[in-house]
C-alpha cells in the first residue's frame, strides 16, 4: 500500500500493494559517469519508521508504568545492533553503475496446472497473475537500459538490496528472518528512471531466486512522491526524494538546536537543577541526572522525580506539581533522524507518551497522519519510535522554566 501526504512530505490517495506470498545512508553503487570526488546521482531515500529493539528494554511509556529512569530502546535513527550491510534503518538509492531495470516483452496465457513447467527458464524474469483456477497470464520481461530495480523484503538473499523486518508500535522488531512476520520475503520492487527527471516507480512483490513472481491479480504501478508511505504489511517505509531533503534539517543542524537548547539553562521549576538534552553520541543510555521530563498532559518540563504518583488512576500516573493535571510523566528525547522531520524548527514539541522531541510542523504532522496497523486499521504513531499517539493532539507543547539568575 502507497499512501500520499500532504505537500509538504507528499497528495491523498491510496493503491493496495498487498500480494499473497510468504547506512545513514547506504551507497548501493557509484554514479555511472561519477568522477572520483563526486557526488552519485541520487534518486531518493527509504526510512523506517519508528521501531524498538525486540527483547530490549521499554520506555516507562511503552511499557505503562513510571518507577524510574530506564534504559531508552527506540532506534531514533539507526538499529539496536548499527546499521549493517542490506540491514539497515535508512537506505539511499543511487544510479547504477549499469542499468538492472526489466520492462514487459511477450504475455503467455496458460493452463494454470502447468504454470510451473512455463516458468523453469531461471534466466528469464517474469510474473504470473492468476486470473482463475484454469487460467493465468504470464509476462515475460526483457532488460531495460532506461531503469534501476531495487528490491525490498524480508529475505536475505542476494537479490534483495533492502533487508526489512517488522516493526510494532512502541513495541518490537525481528533482527531476522522469522515464521511469524506479516512481511513477504520479496515485499515490492521499485524502479527508477536513470534520465531526469528521476522518476521512481513502486510495484507490487519482487523477484525471487528463480527470476519470477507470482500474484493473485494484475498489481498497479504508483509514482513515488516525496513524503510517499509504503506499507510492507509489518512496516511501513517513508520515501524522500532528493528535493524533499533539502528541506529536512540535518545532524548538524539537529546537534546545533541541542546545544542551543542546553545553553539556555533550562531549569527544574521544582527541584531547581539545570536540565540538558543528553547528547546523541552516547548511545541508548539510562537517563542522567540532568535529563528533562515531561507531564505529556500539560507539558510541564521537570527534572526526574519520584513524588505525585497517582496509582489509582494507573501504574503510570503522575501528578504536575505545577498545574495538577494527571498523566505520564515520561523523559524527553530528541528525536535523530533527520529525514523524518519537515523543518529545522526548533525542538518544541513533544510526542505523547513517548517522549520524542522535534519541532511543531514535524509533531503536527505525524500527529495528524493515521499510519497503517495491521492489513486494515491506522493509527498516528511517533515516526521515531512507533508508539501509537495518545491524548487530544498525540504531541504536546513544552513548557521550559528558564535560569533564575
Same mark, same amino acid.
Given at each position: 500500500?502507497?499512501?500520499? $501526504?500532504?505537500?509538504?512530505?507528499?497528495?491523498?490517495?491510496?493503491?493496495?500493494?498487498?500480494?499473497?506470498?510468504?547506512?545513514? *545512508?547506504?551507497?548501493?553503487?557509484?554514479?555511472?559517469? !561519477?568522477?572520483?570526488?563526486?557526488?552519485?546521482?541520487?534518486?531518493?531515500?527509504?526510512?523506517?519508521?519508528?521501531?524498538?529493539?525486540?527483547?530490549?528494554?521499554?520506555?516507562?511509556?511503552?511499557?505503562?508504568?513510571?518507577?524510574?529512569?530506564?534504559?531508552?530502546?527506540?532506534?531514533?535513527?539507526?538499529?539496536?545492533?548499527?546499521?549493517?550491510?542490506?540491514?539497515?534503518?535508512?537506505?539511499?538509492?543511487?544510479?547504477?553503475?549499469?542499468?538492472?531495470?526489466?520492462?514487459?516483452?511477450?504475455?503467455?496465457?496458460? &493452463?494454470?496446472?502447468?504454470?510451473?513447467?512455463?516458468? &523453469?527458464?531461471?534466466?528469464?524474469? +517474469?510474473?504470473?497473475?492468476?486470473? +482463475?483456477?484454469?487460467?493465468?497470464?504470464?509476462?515475460?520481461?526483457?532488460?531495460?537500459?532506461?531503469?534501476?530495480?531495487?528490491?525490498?523484503?524480508?529475505?536475505?538473499?542476494?537479490?534483495?538490496?533492502? !533487508?526489512?523486518?517488522?516493526?510494532?508500535?512502541?513495541?518490537? =522488531? #525481528?533482527?531476522?528472518?522469522?515464521?511469524? *512476520?506479516?512481511? +513477504?520475503?520479496?515485499?515490492?520492487?521499485?524502479?527508477?528512471?536513470?534520465?531526469?527527471?528521476?522518476?521512481?516507480?513502486?510495484?507490487?512483490?519482487?523477484?525471487?531466486?528463480?527470476?519470477?513472481?507470482?500474484?493473485?491479480?494484475?498489481?498497479? &504501478?504508483?509514482?513515488?512522491?516525496?513524503?510517499?508511505?509504503?506499507?510492507?504489511?509489518?512496516?511501513?517505509?517513508?520515501?524522500?526524494?532528493?528535493?524533499?531533503?533539502?528541506?529536512?534539517?540535518?545532524?548538524?543542524?539537529?546537534?546545533?538546536?541541542?546545544?542551543?537548547?542546553?545553553?539556555?539553562?533550562?531549569?527544574?521549576?521544582?527541584?531547581?537543577?539545570?536540565?540538558? %538534552?543528553? *547528547?546523541?553520541?552516547?548511545?541508548?543510555?539510562?537517563?542522567?541526572?540532568?535529563?528533562?521530563?515531561?507531564?505529556?498532559?500539560?507539558?510541564?518540563?521537570?527534572?526526574?522525580?519520584?513524588? $505525585?504518583?497517582?496509582?489509582?488512576?494507573?501504574?503510570?500516573?503522575?501528578?504536575?506539581?505545577?498545574?495538577?493535571?494527571?498523566?505520564?510523566?515520561?523523559?524527553?528525547?530528541?528525536?535523530?533522524?533527520?529525514?523524518?522531520?519537515?523543518?529545522? $524548527?526548533?525542538?518544541?514539541?513533544?510526542?505523547?507518551?513517548?517522549?520524542?522531541?522535534?519541532?511543531?510542523?514535524?509533531?503536527?504532522?505525524? #500527529?495528524?497522519?493515521?499510519?497503517?496497523?495491521?492489513?486494515?486499521?491506522?493509527?498516528?504513531?511517533?515516526? %521515531?519510535?512507533?508508539?501509537?499517539?495518545? $491524548?487530544?493532539?498525540?504531541? =504536546?507543547?513544552?513548557?521550559?522554566?528558564?535560569?533564575?539568575?
Amino acid at each position: 500500500m502507497v499512501l500520499e $501526504g500532504n505537500p509538504d512530505v507528499g497528495s491523498p490517495r491510496t493503491s493496495d500493494l498487498q500480494h499473497p506470498g510468504s547506512q545513514g *545512508s547506504c551507497i548501493l553503487s557509484s554514479g555511472e559517469d !561519477v568522477q572520483p570526488g563526486e557526488e552519485p546521482i541520487k534518486y531518493g531515500e527509504l526510512i523506517v519508521l519508528g521501531c524498538c529493539e525486540e527483547g530490549g528494554e521499554e520506555t516507562e511509556a511503552q511499557r505503562g508504568e513510571v518507577t524510574g529512569p530506564r534504559a531508552h530502546s527506540c532506534y531514533n535513527g539507526c538499529l539496536s545492533s548499527g546499521d549493517k550491510g542490506r540491514r539497515r534503518s535508512r537506505l539511499a538509492l543511487n544510479r547504477r553503475p549499469h542499468a538492472n531495470g526489466v520492462k514487459p516483452d511477450v504475455m503467455h496465457h496458460i &493452463s494454470t496446472p502447468l504454470i510451473s513447467k512455463a516458468l &523453469s527458464n531461471r534466466g528469464q524474469h +517474469s510474473i504470473s497473475y492468476t486470473l +482463475s483456477r484454469s487460467h493465468s497470464v504470464i509476462v515475460e520481461y526483457t532488460h531495460d537500459s532506461d531503469t534501476d530495480m531495487f528490491q525490498i523484503g524480508r529475505s536475505t538473499e542476494n537479490m534483495i538490496d533492502f !533487508v526489512v523486518t517488522d516493526t510494532s508500535p512502541g513495541g518490537g =522488531v #525481528a533482527e531476522g528472518p522469522s515464521p511469524q *512476520s506479516t512481511i +513477504s520475503r520479496y515485499a515490492c520492487r521499485i524502479l527508477c528512471d536513470r534520465r531526469p527527471p528521476y522518476t521512481a516507480r513502486i510495484y507490487a512483490a519482487g523477484f525471487d531466486a528463480s527470476s519470477n513472481i507470482f500474484l493473485g491479480v494484475e498489481n498497479e &504501478s504508483n509514482v513515488l512522491q516525496d513524503g510517499s508511505l509504503i506499507d510492507l504489511c509489518g512496516a511501513t517505509l517513508l520515501w524522500r526524494t532528493p528535493a524533499g531533503l533539502l528541506r529536512a534539517p540535518t545532524l548538524k543542524q539537529l546537534e546545533a538546536q541541542r546545544q542551543e537548547a542546553n545553553a539556555a539553562r533550562p531549569q527544574c521549576p521544582v527541584g531547581l537543577s539545570t536540565l540538558a %538534552f543528553p *547528547s546523541p553520541a552516547r548511545g541508548r543510555t539510562a537517563p542522567d541526572k540532568q535529563q528533562p521530563w515531561v507531564y505529556v498532559r500539560c507539558g510541564h518540563v521537570h527534572g526526574y522525580h519520584g513524588w $505525585g504518583c497517582r496509582r489509582e488512576r494507573g501504574p503510570q500516573e503522575r501528578e504536575c506539581p505545577l498545574c495538577r493535571l494527571v498523566g505520564p510523566y515520561v523523559p524527553l528525547w530528541l528525536g535523530q533522524e533527520a529525514g523524518l522531520c519537515l523543518d529545522p $524548527g526548533p525542538p518544541s514539541h513533544a510526542f505523547a507518551p513517548c517522549g520524542h522531541v522535534c519541532s511543531e510542523k514535524t509533531a503536527r504532522y505525524w #500527529a495528524q497522519t493515521p499510519l497503517p496497523h495491521g492489513t486494515h486499521a491506522f493509527h498516528a504513531a511517533c515516526p %521515531f519510535c512507533g508508539a501509537w499517539l495518545t $491524548g487530544e493532539h498525540g504531541c =504536546v507543547r513544552l513548557i521550559f522554566q528558564g535560569p533564575l539568575d
